[in-house]
């Protein structure tokens, strides 16, 4: 996995971020200056399906679960701005007979390095929603038999992609949340297969410093 492209993911969506910060009635009402931080851990389910259907047949099983590690900074210079960055472990997918003609069993892994900007809005002292984009650099590594054969390939890429939050703060340093992230077109057709990767799930999350009502 080249380390300068995972940079360059990371670069260029905070980069986007912070033109969005600058955007007029992006965020428009004050709020204190200190920088809040966060550490959050999520778990998902991994629905996405590595399937064209004129390439592939056979059968797909997901992990039941995927989990990722972000720190999360709000400047405190905009309202409700809120910056991501963070690694993400999604759920492997096995098949069996998924090339049509060929018997072949396999696995396929997808990792991603991500970095993104939201947009949270306080809802009520303690409950806060919003949607976030961001660039992920994705790598996916498929490994089988194919039709006998050990077969193994890689796809990376950085793709944008775009999800909605709610978040629950149940006191001054812990919160939880729920989401749904979508990624299209991760991984290639001929090499790994390629699909869109959507994921769901909830998490947990530590504040330092700073307010943790979101208001």
């Known amino acids: 996995m080249n380390v300068t492209q995972k940079w360059h993911a990371l670069v260029a969506a905070l980069v986007s971020g912070a033109m969005l910060v600058l ?11 200190d920088v809040a931080a966060k550490a959050r851990f999520d778990i998902f389910r991994n ?20 989990w990722r590690i972000m720190a999360e900074i709000d400047p405190g210079k905009k309202e409700y701005i809120i910056f991501d960055v963070g690694y993400t472990k999604y759920g492997d997918t096995t098949f069996d007979g998924l090339w049509q ?27 806060s929603a919003g949607g976030r984009i961001g660039a992920a650099y994705v790598d996916v590594s498929e490994s089988e038999l194919y039709d006998g054969v050990p077969y193994s390939a890689d796809a990376s890429e950085t793709i944008a992609y775009g999800g909605i939050f709610g978040r629950f703060a149940i ?45």
């Open 47 to 66: 629905t996405s399906h590595y399937k064209n259907l004129e390439l592939f047949s056979g059968t797909e099983k997901h992990d039941d679960f995927g």
């Open 23 to 33: 955007l007029p009635g992006c965020a428009t009402l004050e709020k204190p200056t």
């Open 171 to 215: 006191n001054e340093n812990w919160g939880v949340s729920m989401f749904f992230d979508h990624y299209p077109d991760v991984g290639k057709d001929g090499q790994t297969g390629e699909g869109d990767l959507a994921v769901y799930g909830v998490g947990v999350d530590f504040r330092f410093g700073g307010s943790n009502s979101d208001d």
């Open 101 to 127: 003609g060929v018997p072949d069993q396999g696995t396929i892994e997808t990792e991603s390095y991500e970095a993104s900007v939201g947009y949270s809005y306080p809802f009520t002292e303690n409950f």
